[in-house]
Nanobody, 125 residues
Framework: QVQLVESGGGLVQAGGSLRLSCTAS????????MGWFRQAPGKEREFVGA????????YYADSVKGRFTISRDNAKNTMYLQMNSLKPDDTAVYYC??????????????????WGQGTQVTVSS
């Protein structure tokens, strides 16, 4: 059974940085796209970004492009989300997820089969 566990959330002032981690277990980690989503209060869950299985290619939502960076360490079964220049609008519960189908890219929530429990990120103004 695949399990994903996020960590690293917290409270930060606008303009600050946080790094989230997502550690996977339960199957081979290094063959599948992994992604980050977030859900703000009263809003639908939205795509933040994702990284290809080999870590070479990452892609992002326009709202975070240039501020957030995704990386992965397959030897540690861990994916990271480095968030810089944080804004109050980035406040949300952040989820990591992975797919069961070997998609080349995955931006849609429905493409992801496995989800973590989420970690809260709060950005104060």
């Amino acid at each position: 059974q695949v399990q994903l566990v996020e960590s690293g959330g917290g409270l930060v002032q606008a303009g600050g940085s946080l790094r989230l981690s997502c550690t996977a277990s339960g199957r081979a980690f290094n063959n599948y796209v992994m992604g980050w989503f977030r859900q703000a209060p009263g809003k639908e869950r939205e795509f933040v970004g994702a990284i290809r299985w080999d870590g070479v290619s990452a892609y992002y939502a326009d709202s975070v492009k240039g501020r957030f960076t995704i990386s992965r360490d397959n030897a540690k079964n861990t994916m990271y989300l480095q968030m810089n220049s944080l804004k109050p609008d980035d406040t949300a519960v952040y989820y990591c997820a992975t797919v069961r189908t070997p998609w080349t890219t995955a931006k849609l929530e429905g493409q992801y089969e496995y989800w973590g429990q989420g970690t809260q990120v709060t950005v104060s103004s």
